[in-house]
Protein backbone atom coordinates (compact mmCIF):
# COMPACT_ATOMS: atom_id res chain seq x y z
CA UNK A 1 0.00 0.00 0.00
CA UNK A 2 1.17 3.46 -0.71
CA UNK A 3 2.77 5.48 2.19
CA UNK A 4 0.06 8.41 2.37
CA UNK A 5 2.64 10.50 4.80
CA UNK A 6 5.33 10.68 1.84
CA UNK A 7 3.13 12.44 -0.23
CA UNK A 8 2.60 16.04 -1.48
CA UNK A 9 -0.13 16.95 -3.26
CA UNK A 10 -0.46 19.87 -5.10
CA UNK A 11 -4.31 21.60 -6.20
CA UNK A 12 -4.50 23.33 -9.12
CA UNK A 13 -7.64 25.14 -10.04
CA UNK A 14 -7.51 24.91 -13.99
CA UNK A 15 -9.63 27.95 -14.39
CA UNK A 16 -6.93 30.12 -12.62
CA UNK A 17 -3.08 28.08 -13.53
CA UNK A 18 -2.61 29.39 -17.12
CA UNK A 19 -4.77 30.11 -20.14
CA UNK A 20 -3.09 28.32 -23.58
CA UNK A 21 -5.37 29.58 -26.31
CA UNK A 22 -6.05 33.28 -25.16
CA UNK A 23 -9.91 32.94 -23.89
CA UNK A 24 -9.08 34.36 -20.56
CA UNK A 25 -9.75 31.20 -18.90
CA UNK A 26 -6.68 28.89 -18.10
CA UNK A 27 -7.25 25.27 -19.42
CA UNK A 28 -6.14 21.60 -19.69
CA UNK A 29 -3.51 22.89 -22.36
CA UNK A 30 -1.93 25.15 -19.90
CA UNK A 31 -1.54 22.61 -17.24
CA UNK A 32 0.25 20.85 -20.30
CA UNK A 33 2.55 23.82 -20.88
CA UNK A 34 3.51 24.21 -17.06
CA UNK A 35 5.00 20.85 -16.60
CA UNK A 36 8.42 22.09 -16.14
CA UNK A 37 7.16 24.59 -13.41
CA UNK A 38 5.19 21.42 -11.44
CA UNK A 39 8.43 19.53 -11.92
CA UNK A 40 10.51 22.02 -10.02
CA UNK A 41 8.13 21.25 -6.52
CA UNK A 42 9.04 17.06 -6.36
CA UNK A 43 5.09 16.39 -5.59
CA UNK A 44 3.00 13.25 -5.97
CA UNK A 45 0.31 14.13 -6.97
CA UNK A 46 -2.49 16.74 -8.34
CA UNK A 47 -5.84 17.52 -7.39
CA UNK A 48 -7.34 19.20 -10.11
CA UNK A 49 -10.82 20.80 -9.69
CA UNK A 50 -13.77 19.79 -12.07
CA UNK A 51 -13.12 20.08 -15.60
CA UNK A 52 -15.80 18.53 -16.57
CA UNK A 53 -19.12 19.57 -18.31
CA UNK A 54 -20.65 22.17 -16.45
CA UNK A 55 -22.87 25.57 -17.04
CA UNK A 56 -20.47 27.09 -14.81
CA UNK A 57 -23.02 28.42 -12.00
CA UNK A 58 -20.35 27.04 -9.26
CA UNK A 59 -17.10 26.95 -11.52
CA UNK A 60 -18.00 23.55 -12.50
CA UNK A 61 -19.16 22.29 -8.63
CA UNK A 62 -22.44 22.09 -11.14
CA UNK A 63 -21.46 18.94 -13.17
CA UNK A 64 -23.48 18.10 -16.48
CA UNK A 65 -21.87 15.35 -17.78
CA UNK A 66 -19.17 13.48 -15.53
CA UNK A 67 -17.43 12.04 -18.16
CA UNK A 68 -16.82 14.38 -20.14
CA UNK A 69 -14.85 17.23 -20.32
CA UNK A 70 -15.87 20.44 -20.85
CA UNK A 71 -14.81 22.04 -24.05
CA UNK A 72 -13.84 25.73 -21.68
CA UNK A 73 -11.04 23.28 -20.67
CA UNK A 74 -10.23 21.77 -23.68
CA UNK A 75 -10.56 17.22 -25.13
CA UNK A 76 -10.40 14.08 -23.72
CA UNK A 77 -7.19 14.14 -25.79
CA UNK A 78 -6.15 16.76 -24.20
CA UNK A 79 -6.88 15.08 -20.49
CA UNK A 80 -4.87 11.95 -21.65
CA UNK A 81 -2.07 14.14 -22.73
CA UNK A 82 -1.53 15.89 -19.38
CA UNK A 83 -1.97 12.62 -17.60
CA UNK A 84 0.89 10.92 -19.10
CA UNK A 85 3.01 13.99 -19.46
CA UNK A 86 2.44 13.80 -15.47
CA UNK A 87 2.86 10.30 -15.36
CA UNK A 88 6.63 10.69 -17.15
CA UNK A 89 7.66 13.11 -13.83
CA UNK A 90 5.82 10.64 -11.45
CA UNK A 91 2.80 12.92 -10.54
CA UNK A 92 -0.39 11.42 -10.65
CA UNK A 93 -4.28 12.82 -10.98
CA UNK A 94 -6.84 13.20 -8.50
CA UNK A 95 -10.07 14.06 -9.92
CA UNK A 96 -12.82 16.52 -7.72
CA UNK A 97 -15.53 13.77 -7.61
CA UNK A 98 -18.85 15.87 -6.84
CA UNK A 99 -21.17 13.12 -6.02
CA UNK A 100 -23.78 15.25 -3.76
CA UNK A 101 -25.15 16.93 -6.26
CA UNK A 102 -25.38 17.40 -9.90
CA UNK A 103 -26.18 20.45 -12.37
CA UNK A 104 -29.76 20.75 -13.12
CA UNK A 105 -28.69 20.47 -16.81
CA UNK A 106 -27.35 16.86 -16.15
CA UNK A 107 -29.46 14.42 -18.26
CA UNK A 108 -30.89 13.09 -14.97
CA UNK A 109 -32.63 15.83 -13.77
CA UNK A 110 -33.79 17.00 -17.39
CA UNK A 111 -35.26 13.47 -17.25
CA UNK A 112 -36.74 13.94 -14.32
CA UNK A 113 -38.62 17.65 -15.45
CA UNK A 114 -39.75 15.29 -18.50
CA UNK A 115 -41.30 12.99 -16.31
CA UNK A 116 -39.58 10.44 -16.49
CA UNK A 117 -40.11 8.57 -12.85
CA UNK A 118 -37.14 6.86 -12.48
CA UNK A 119 -35.28 9.49 -12.71
CA UNK A 120 -37.29 11.87 -10.59
CA UNK A 121 -36.06 8.92 -7.76
CA UNK A 122 -32.41 10.65 -8.18
CA UNK A 123 -33.42 13.53 -6.61
CA UNK A 124 -35.04 15.15 -3.43
CA UNK A 125 -38.09 16.02 -5.19
CA UNK A 126 -41.41 16.38 -2.58
CA UNK A 127 -44.70 18.26 -2.54
CA UNK A 128 -45.11 21.54 -0.83
CA UNK A 129 -46.34 21.95 2.33
CA UNK A 130 -50.05 23.10 2.33
CA UNK A 131 -49.80 26.47 2.19
CA UNK A 132 -47.56 26.21 -0.95
CA UNK A 133 -44.03 26.80 0.79
CA UNK A 134 -40.78 24.36 0.68
CA UNK A 135 -41.29 21.13 2.09
CA UNK A 136 -39.17 21.95 5.02
CA UNK A 137 -37.06 24.84 6.65
CA UNK A 138 -33.52 23.82 5.28
CA UNK A 139 -31.15 26.52 4.24
CA UNK A 140 -28.71 26.62 1.27
CA UNK A 141 -25.01 27.10 2.41
CA UNK A 142 -25.03 29.75 -0.23
CA UNK A 143 -28.44 31.01 1.28
CA UNK A 144 -31.85 31.21 1.36
CA UNK A 145 -34.04 28.11 1.61
CA UNK A 146 -32.56 25.28 0.10
CA UNK A 147 -35.67 24.23 -1.83
CA UNK A 148 -37.07 25.54 -5.34
CA UNK A 149 -39.50 25.04 -7.44
CA UNK A 150 -39.41 21.38 -9.36
CA UNK A 151 -43.42 21.98 -10.98
CA UNK A 152 -46.55 23.51 -9.64
CA UNK A 153 -46.97 21.33 -6.80
CA UNK A 154 -43.46 19.80 -5.96
CA UNK A 155 -39.89 21.05 -4.69
CA UNK A 156 -36.46 19.79 -5.08
CA UNK A 157 -33.58 20.01 -2.60
CA UNK A 158 -30.01 22.14 -3.42
CA UNK A 159 -28.19 22.13 -0.54
CA UNK A 160 -25.95 24.79 -2.58
CA UNK A 161 -27.43 27.13 -5.57
CA UNK A 162 -30.55 26.20 -6.85
CA UNK A 163 -28.61 24.57 -10.32
CA UNK A 164 -26.97 21.92 -8.10
CA UNK A 165 -29.87 19.65 -7.26
CA UNK A 166 -28.77 17.12 -4.35
CA UNK A 167 -28.85 13.22 -5.06
CA UNK A 168 -30.56 10.71 -3.35
CA UNK A 169 -27.81 8.00 -2.29
CA UNK A 170 -30.70 6.27 -0.43
CA UNK A 171 -31.27 5.28 -4.10
CA UNK A 172 -29.38 2.33 -4.57
CA UNK A 173 -29.56 3.48 -8.75
CA UNK A 174 -27.82 6.57 -7.87
CA UNK A 175 -25.33 4.89 -5.68
CA UNK A 176 -24.61 2.25 -8.91
CA UNK A 177 -24.36 5.15 -11.14
CA UNK A 178 -22.13 7.03 -9.22
CA UNK A 179 -19.66 4.07 -8.69
CA UNK A 180 -19.64 3.86 -12.71
CA UNK A 181 -18.31 7.49 -12.98
CA UNK A 182 -15.72 6.29 -10.67
CA UNK A 183 -14.75 3.30 -12.92
CA UNK A 184 -15.11 5.32 -15.88
CA UNK A 185 -11.83 7.53 -14.44
CA UNK A 186 -10.47 4.48 -13.12
CA UNK A 187 -10.19 2.98 -16.33
CA UNK A 188 -8.11 6.32 -18.12
CA UNK A 189 -5.98 5.16 -14.95
CA UNK A 190 -6.96 7.65 -12.71
CA UNK A 191 -6.08 6.70 -8.92
CA UNK A 192 -7.08 9.93 -7.19
CA UNK A 193 -10.33 11.06 -5.92
CA UNK A 194 -11.32 13.89 -3.91
CA UNK A 195 -15.07 13.58 -2.83
CA UNK A 196 -17.26 17.03 -2.75
CA UNK A 197 -18.99 17.56 0.60
CA UNK A 198 -19.24 13.55 1.18
CA UNK A 199 -20.02 14.04 4.57
CA UNK A 200 -23.41 15.56 3.14
CA UNK A 201 -24.82 12.02 1.53
CA UNK A 202 -26.90 10.46 3.52
CA UNK A 203 -29.56 12.86 4.62
CA UNK A 204 -31.95 12.16 7.33
CA UNK A 205 -34.81 10.14 4.74
CA UNK A 206 -37.77 12.21 6.79
CA UNK A 207 -36.99 15.41 5.96
CA UNK A 208 -38.04 16.84 8.90
CA UNK A 209 -37.27 20.22 9.45
CA UNK A 210 -34.45 21.64 11.62
CA UNK A 211 -35.15 22.76 15.34
CA UNK A 212 -32.91 24.22 18.40
CA UNK A 213 -32.10 20.19 19.15
CA UNK A 214 -31.70 19.16 16.06
CA UNK A 215 -29.47 21.42 13.99
CA UNK A 216 -29.76 21.20 10.38
CA UNK A 217 -26.06 19.92 10.48
CA UNK A 218 -27.85 16.91 12.62
CA UNK A 219 -30.02 16.25 10.26
CA UNK A 220 -27.74 16.63 6.57
CA UNK A 221 -24.59 15.45 7.67
CA UNK A 222 -22.33 12.78 8.99
CA UNK A 223 -25.17 10.39 9.42
CA UNK A 224 -24.19 6.56 10.13
CA UNK A 225 -25.19 5.74 7.03
CA UNK A 226 -22.55 7.73 5.34
CA UNK A 227 -20.00 5.49 6.05
CA UNK A 228 -22.21 2.51 5.05
CA UNK A 229 -22.10 4.23 1.58
CA UNK A 230 -18.92 4.59 1.91
CA UNK A 231 -17.79 1.42 2.51
CA UNK A 232 -20.25 0.17 -0.79
CA UNK A 233 -18.44 2.61 -3.09
CA UNK A 234 -15.13 1.77 -1.69
CA UNK A 235 -15.87 -1.98 -2.41
CA UNK A 236 -16.99 -0.83 -6.15
CA UNK A 237 -14.70 1.26 -7.21
CA UNK A 238 -12.02 2.67 -6.13
CA UNK A 239 -10.86 0.31 -3.46
CA UNK A 240 -10.25 -2.67 -5.95
CA UNK A 241 -6.87 -0.49 -6.78
CA UNK A 242 -4.78 -0.96 -3.81
CA UNK A 243 -2.74 2.32 -5.10
CA UNK A 244 -6.13 4.56 -4.80
CA UNK A 245 -5.47 7.85 -2.99
CA UNK A 246 -9.13 9.18 -1.58
CA UNK A 247 -9.77 12.44 0.24
CA UNK A 248 -13.00 13.39 1.56
CA UNK A 249 -14.30 17.20 2.19
CA UNK A 250 -15.03 16.72 5.90
CA UNK A 251 -17.22 20.37 6.56
CA UNK A 252 -19.17 21.36 8.87
CA UNK A 253 -19.33 20.69 12.65
CA UNK A 254 -17.83 17.12 12.59
CA UNK A 255 -16.02 15.45 15.05
CA UNK A 256 -13.04 13.26 15.62
CA UNK A 257 -15.00 10.07 15.60
CA UNK A 258 -16.35 10.83 12.70
CA UNK A 259 -12.66 11.40 10.99
CA UNK A 260 -11.15 8.38 12.33
CA UNK A 261 -14.24 6.50 11.19
CA UNK A 262 -13.88 7.91 7.86
CA UNK A 263 -10.33 7.76 7.40
CA UNK A 264 -9.11 4.64 9.47
CA UNK A 265 -7.76 1.74 7.01
CA UNK A 266 -9.33 -1.05 8.88
CA UNK A 267 -12.89 0.77 7.95
CA UNK A 268 -12.18 0.85 4.38
CA UNK A 269 -13.57 3.99 3.48
CA UNK A 270 -11.44 7.00 2.86
CA UNK A 271 -7.77 7.41 2.44
CA UNK A 272 -8.06 11.01 4.55
CA UNK A 273 -10.39 13.52 5.37
CA UNK A 274 -10.05 17.06 4.60
CA UNK A 275 -11.05 19.04 8.19
CA UNK A 276 -11.99 22.45 8.31
CA UNK A 277 -11.89 23.35 12.46
CA UNK A 278 -8.70 25.29 12.26
CA UNK A 279 -10.33 27.46 9.31
CA UNK A 280 -12.99 28.40 11.65
CA UNK A 281 -10.68 30.57 13.91
CA UNK A 282 -10.91 34.14 12.43
CA UNK A 283 -15.16 33.83 12.72
CA UNK A 284 -17.13 34.95 15.03
CA UNK A 285 -19.60 32.20 16.35
CA UNK A 286 -18.45 30.36 13.18
CA UNK A 287 -20.15 32.40 11.09
CA UNK A 288 -17.63 33.04 8.38
CA UNK A 289 -19.60 36.81 7.41
CA UNK A 290 -18.13 37.44 10.58
CA UNK A 291 -14.57 38.36 11.00
CA UNK A 292 -12.65 38.44 13.68
CA UNK A 293 -8.70 38.74 14.44
CA UNK A 294 -7.99 34.86 14.42
CA UNK A 295 -7.92 33.26 17.47
CA UNK A 296 -4.35 31.52 18.24
CA UNK A 297 -4.66 29.52 21.23
CA UNK A 298 -8.15 28.08 19.33
CA UNK A 299 -6.15 27.43 16.08
CA UNK A 300 -3.50 25.14 18.17
CA UNK A 301 -6.21 23.48 20.17
CA UNK A 302 -7.99 22.69 17.36
CA UNK A 303 -5.03 21.22 15.08
CA UNK A 304 -3.53 19.70 18.15
CA UNK A 305 -6.73 17.87 18.80
CA UNK A 306 -6.62 16.29 15.41
CA UNK A 307 -3.11 15.69 14.86
CA UNK A 308 -3.43 14.09 18.99
CA UNK A 309 -6.55 11.67 18.14
CA UNK A 310 -5.94 10.62 14.38
CA UNK A 311 -2.04 9.64 15.26
CA UNK A 312 -3.78 7.56 18.19
CA UNK A 313 -6.43 6.14 16.59
CA UNK A 314 -5.27 5.31 12.91
CA UNK A 315 -7.02 8.06 11.26
CA UNK A 316 -5.51 10.40 8.56
CA UNK A 317 -5.14 13.93 7.89
CA UNK A 318 -4.81 15.97 4.94
CA UNK A 319 -2.95 18.85 6.49
CA UNK A 320 -3.67 21.99 4.42
CA UNK A 321 -4.19 26.43 5.14
CA UNK A 322 -5.16 27.08 1.41
CA UNK A 323 -7.73 25.94 -1.16
CA UNK A 324 -10.16 27.34 -3.97
CA UNK A 325 -12.81 27.65 -1.03
CA UNK A 326 -10.66 29.90 1.55
CA UNK A 327 -8.85 33.49 1.63
CA UNK A 328 -5.14 32.91 1.88
CA UNK A 329 -3.92 31.60 4.30
CA UNK A 330 -0.83 34.23 4.84
CA UNK A 331 -3.41 36.86 4.67
CA UNK A 332 -5.09 35.32 7.56
CA UNK A 333 -2.83 34.64 9.88
CA UNK A 334 0.90 35.82 8.37
CA UNK A 335 1.54 39.19 7.90
CA UNK A 336 1.66 39.72 3.97
CA UNK A 337 2.91 43.55 4.27
CA UNK A 338 6.01 43.36 6.83
CA UNK A 339 7.06 39.30 6.42
CA UNK A 340 5.60 38.37 3.69
CA UNK A 341 8.78 35.63 2.81
CA UNK A 342 9.14 34.54 6.51
CA UNK A 343 5.48 34.23 7.78
CA UNK A 344 4.66 32.30 4.45
CA UNK A 345 6.98 30.03 5.75
CA UNK A 346 6.46 29.22 9.18
CA UNK A 347 3.13 29.16 8.14
CA UNK A 348 4.34 26.18 5.64
CA UNK A 349 6.57 24.44 7.98
CA UNK A 350 3.79 24.15 10.63
CA UNK A 351 1.71 22.31 8.23
CA UNK A 352 4.43 20.59 6.49
CA UNK A 353 5.83 18.80 9.63
CA UNK A 354 2.83 17.55 10.77
CA UNK A 355 1.34 14.06 10.71
CA UNK A 356 -0.71 13.76 7.52
CA UNK A 357 -0.31 14.53 4.00
CA UNK A 358 0.15 18.04 3.08
CA UNK A 359 -1.52 19.96 0.52
CA UNK A 360 -0.84 22.75 -1.39
CA UNK A 361 -2.46 25.34 -3.26
CA UNK A 362 -1.14 26.85 -6.82
CA UNK A 363 0.58 29.94 -6.00
CA UNK A 364 0.84 29.53 -2.25
CA UNK A 365 4.47 28.10 -3.23
CA UNK A 366 5.03 32.06 -4.57
CA UNK A 367 3.32 33.49 -1.11
CA UNK A 368 -0.22 34.30 -2.74
CA UNK A 369 -2.16 37.14 -0.88
CA UNK A 370 -5.93 38.53 -1.16
CA UNK A 371 -6.32 40.69 -4.29
CA UNK A 372 -9.06 43.16 -2.53
CA UNK A 373 -10.97 43.67 -6.18
CA UNK A 374 -12.95 47.68 -5.37
CA UNK A 375 -16.17 46.47 -6.38
CA UNK A 376 -18.58 43.39 -5.83
CA UNK A 377 -19.09 43.44 -9.96
CA UNK A 378 -15.18 42.34 -9.64
CA UNK A 379 -16.49 39.52 -7.61
CA UNK A 380 -17.25 36.47 -9.96
CA UNK A 381 -18.26 33.49 -7.35
CA UNK A 382 -22.40 33.45 -6.64
CA UNK A 383 -21.32 32.88 -3.13
CA UNK A 384 -19.90 36.23 -2.65
CA UNK A 385 -22.64 37.79 -4.59
CA UNK A 386 -25.44 36.55 -2.44
CA UNK A 387 -23.23 37.08 0.66
CA UNK A 388 -23.21 40.95 -0.33
CA UNK A 389 -26.69 40.84 -0.68
CA UNK A 390 -27.21 39.36 2.23
CA UNK A 391 -25.27 41.95 4.31
CA UNK A 392 -26.77 44.86 2.81
CA UNK A 393 -29.96 43.42 3.97
CA UNK A 394 -28.64 43.05 6.95
CA UNK A 395 -28.53 46.96 7.35
CA UNK A 396 -24.68 46.89 6.66
CA UNK A 397 -23.29 49.85 4.59
CA UNK A 398 -21.78 48.46 0.94
CA UNK A 399 -18.02 49.28 2.34
CA UNK A 400 -19.12 47.32 5.65
CA UNK A 401 -20.48 44.54 3.28
CA UNK A 402 -17.17 45.22 0.88
CA UNK A 403 -14.88 44.84 3.90
CA UNK A 404 -15.97 41.56 4.50
CA UNK A 405 -16.23 40.25 0.98
CA UNK A 406 -12.61 41.81 0.48
CA UNK A 407 -11.33 38.90 4.14
CA UNK A 408 -13.86 36.66 3.09
CA UNK A 409 -14.30 35.48 -0.86
CA UNK A 410 -13.80 32.27 -2.33
CA UNK A 411 -12.74 34.26 -4.87
CA UNK A 412 -9.51 35.50 -3.13
CA UNK A 413 -7.73 32.08 -3.96
CA UNK A 414 -8.99 32.24 -7.27
CA UNK A 415 -7.35 35.05 -9.07
CA UNK A 416 -5.15 33.87 -11.56
CA UNK A 417 -1.84 32.91 -10.92
CA UNK A 418 0.74 34.95 -11.22
CA UNK A 419 3.79 33.85 -13.95
CA UNK A 420 5.18 37.41 -14.70
CA UNK A 421 4.66 40.91 -14.30
CA UNK A 422 3.68 41.71 -17.21
CA UNK A 423 -0.20 43.33 -17.70
CA UNK A 424 -2.09 39.96 -17.32
CA UNK A 425 0.57 38.28 -14.83
CA UNK A 426 1.53 36.20 -18.29
CA UNK A 427 -1.79 34.26 -17.45
CA UNK A 428 -3.68 34.95 -20.53
CA UNK A 429 -3.15 36.80 -24.05
CA UNK A 430 -6.64 37.50 -23.38
CA UNK A 431 -8.78 38.96 -20.95
CA UNK A 432 -8.22 37.19 -17.15
CA UNK A 433 -12.05 35.75 -15.90
CA UNK A 434 -11.22 37.07 -12.65
CA UNK A 435 -9.04 40.49 -11.93
CA UNK A 436 -5.39 40.44 -11.54
CA UNK A 437 -3.86 42.87 -9.09
CA UNK A 438 -0.11 42.15 -7.49
CA UNK A 439 1.76 40.83 -10.25
CA UNK A 440 4.54 43.18 -9.88
CA UNK A 441 5.76 42.56 -6.21
CA UNK A 442 4.34 38.90 -6.31
CA UNK A 443 4.86 36.25 -9.59
CA UNK A 444 6.35 33.00 -10.56
CA UNK A 445 9.37 34.44 -12.21
CA UNK A 446 10.48 36.82 -9.75
CA UNK A 447 10.29 34.26 -7.55
CA UNK A 448 11.98 31.88 -8.88
CA UNK A 449 15.07 34.15 -9.89
CA UNK A 450 15.75 35.84 -6.07
CA UNK A 451 12.78 34.78 -3.58
CA UNK A 452 12.96 32.23 -1.11
CA UNK A 453 9.21 31.31 -0.67
CA UNK A 454 9.02 28.60 -3.59
CA UNK A 455 12.78 27.29 -2.29
CA UNK A 456 11.42 26.91 1.46
CA UNK A 457 8.93 24.56 0.26
CA UNK A 458 10.88 22.79 -1.90
CA UNK A 459 13.02 21.89 0.96
CA UNK A 460 10.25 20.81 3.28
CA UNK A 461 8.66 18.15 0.21
CA UNK A 462 12.13 16.73 0.11
CA UNK A 463 12.53 16.42 3.76
CA UNK A 464 9.24 14.66 4.14
CA UNK A 465 10.55 11.89 1.62
CA UNK A 466 13.89 11.48 3.27
CA UNK A 467 12.86 11.44 6.93
CA UNK A 468 10.35 8.56 8.06
CA UNK A 469 9.84 10.80 11.16
CA UNK A 470 8.25 13.08 9.17
CA UNK A 471 5.99 10.59 7.15
CA UNK A 472 5.46 8.40 10.05
CA UNK A 473 6.11 9.39 13.67
CA UNK A 474 3.84 10.17 16.44
CA UNK A 475 2.15 13.41 17.15
CA UNK A 476 2.62 15.63 20.42
CA UNK A 477 1.94 18.86 21.29
CA UNK A 478 4.36 21.25 23.05
CA UNK A 479 3.84 24.69 25.39
CA UNK A 480 -0.01 24.13 24.68
CA UNK A 481 -0.01 27.53 26.95
CA UNK A 482 2.43 29.88 24.56
CA UNK A 483 0.29 32.57 23.61
CA UNK A 484 3.23 33.02 20.60
CA UNK A 485 4.14 29.65 19.48
CA UNK A 486 2.81 26.52 17.92
CA UNK A 487 4.93 24.26 18.84
CA UNK A 488 5.22 20.32 18.65
CA UNK A 489 7.07 17.16 18.61
CA UNK A 490 7.42 14.30 16.35
CA UNK A 491 8.49 11.08 17.87
CA UNK A 492 9.46 7.69 15.68
CA UNK A 493 11.97 5.12 17.34
CA UNK A 494 12.49 7.15 20.21
CA UNK A 495 14.11 9.58 18.17
CA UNK A 496 12.15 13.60 18.71
CA UNK A 497 11.52 15.96 16.35
CA UNK A 498 10.85 19.50 17.73
CA UNK A 499 8.86 21.50 15.58
CA UNK A 500 8.67 25.88 16.91
CA UNK A 501 6.59 28.44 14.59
CA UNK A 502 6.53 31.71 15.96
CA UNK A 503 3.02 33.17 14.64
CA UNK A 504 3.63 36.67 15.50
CA UNK A 505 6.14 40.15 14.29
CA UNK A 506 7.64 39.86 17.24
CA UNK A 507 10.73 38.14 18.97
CA UNK A 508 9.34 35.00 21.53
CA UNK A 509 11.80 33.61 24.09
CA UNK A 510 9.94 29.78 25.08
CA UNK A 511 11.33 27.42 27.87
CA UNK A 512 13.07 24.06 26.21
CA UNK A 513 12.06 21.17 28.83
CA UNK A 514 14.37 19.10 29.95
CA UNK A 515 14.15 16.11 28.18
CA UNK A 516 14.63 17.68 25.24
CA UNK A 517 17.55 19.76 25.88
CA UNK A 518 19.96 17.63 23.83
CA UNK A 519 22.47 17.27 20.98
CA UNK A 520 20.89 17.50 17.63
CA UNK A 521 20.76 19.37 14.13
CA UNK A 522 18.68 22.70 12.89
CA UNK A 523 16.97 20.28 9.85
CA UNK A 524 15.04 23.38 8.84
CA UNK A 525 14.71 26.89 9.69
CA UNK A 526 13.61 30.69 7.44
CA UNK A 527 16.29 32.37 9.47
CA UNK A 528 20.04 31.92 9.77
CA UNK A 529 20.26 29.40 12.68
CA UNK A 530 23.28 27.38 13.80
CA UNK A 531 22.19 25.04 16.65
CA UNK A 532 23.96 21.54 17.79
CA UNK A 533 22.51 21.76 21.11
CA UNK A 534 19.70 23.01 22.50
CA UNK A 535 19.49 24.83 26.13
CA UNK A 536 16.99 25.40 28.33
CA UNK A 537 15.77 28.78 26.40
CA UNK A 538 15.65 29.20 22.69
CA UNK A 539 14.62 32.95 20.94
CA UNK A 540 13.00 32.66 18.11
CA UNK A 541 12.65 35.83 15.23
CA UNK A 542 9.54 37.31 14.11
CA UNK A 543 7.59 34.58 12.26
CA UNK A 544 10.77 32.18 12.55
CA UNK A 545 10.16 28.86 12.35
CA UNK A 546 12.84 25.71 13.49
CA UNK A 547 12.86 22.20 13.26
CA UNK A 548 15.44 20.74 15.36
CA UNK A 549 16.53 16.67 14.74
CA UNK A 550 17.90 15.13 17.69
O1 LIG B 1 -17.48 23.07 -0.74
C1 LIG B 1 -18.29 22.70 0.32
C2 LIG B 1 -18.53 23.69 1.38
O2 LIG B 1 -19.46 23.51 2.13
C3 LIG B 1 -17.72 24.90 1.62
O3 LIG B 1 -16.37 24.71 1.69
C4 LIG B 1 -18.17 25.97 0.64
O4 LIG B 1 -17.29 26.15 -0.41
C5 LIG B 1 -18.27 27.31 1.28
O5 LIG B 1 -17.12 27.64 1.94
C6 LIG B 1 -19.52 27.45 2.07
O6 LIG B 1 -19.55 28.61 2.78
C7 LIG B 1 -17.44 22.27 -1.88
C8 LIG B 1 -16.51 22.86 -2.91
O7 LIG B 1 -15.20 22.87 -2.42
C9 LIG B 1 -17.01 24.22 -3.29
O8 LIG B 1 -16.15 24.87 -4.18
C10 LIG B 1 -18.38 24.04 -3.91
O9 LIG B 1 -18.94 25.28 -4.18
C11 LIG B 1 -19.32 23.25 -2.99
O10 LIG B 1 -18.72 22.09 -2.44
C12 LIG B 1 -20.52 22.78 -3.78
O11 LIG B 1 -20.14 21.78 -4.67
CA1 LIG C 1 -8.35 28.91 -22.30
Excluded at 68 to 82: R, S, V, Y
Excluded at 104 to 113: C, I, N
Excluded at 180 to 200: L, Q
Aim: charged content about 25%; glycine content about 6%; aromatic content about 12%.
Amino acid sequence: MTNLGKKVIYQIYPKSFYDSNGDGIGDLRGIINKIDYIKKLNIDMIWMNPFFVSPQNDNGYDVADYCKIDPLFGTMADFEELAKKLKDIGVDIMLDMVLNHCSTEHPWFKKAKAGDKKYQKYFYIRPAKPDGSAPNNWQSIFGGSAWAKFDDNNYYLHLFDPSQADLDWHNSDVRKELANVINFWRSKGVHGFRFDVINAIGKDKELLDSTPEHSQYDLVFDKPVVHSYLKELNENSFGQDADSVTVGEIGGESSIDNYVHYSNPDEHELSMVFTFQHLDVDCKNGDKWQNIPFDFMRLKKVLNNIEVQLSQRNGWNAVFWNNHDQPWALSRFGDPVHYREKSAEMLAATIHFMRGTPYIYMGEEIGMVNPSYDNIADYNDVESKNAYKMLLDQGKTSEEAMKIIKYRSRDNARTPMHWDSSKNAGFTTGTPWLGIKHQDKINVKDELDHGEIFNFYQKLIKLRKELDIISDGDYHPLLEDDPNVFAYVRELNGQKLLVLNNFFGKDATIQVPKDLQKDGKVLLSNYDCQLNKLGDSLKLEPYQTVAFLE
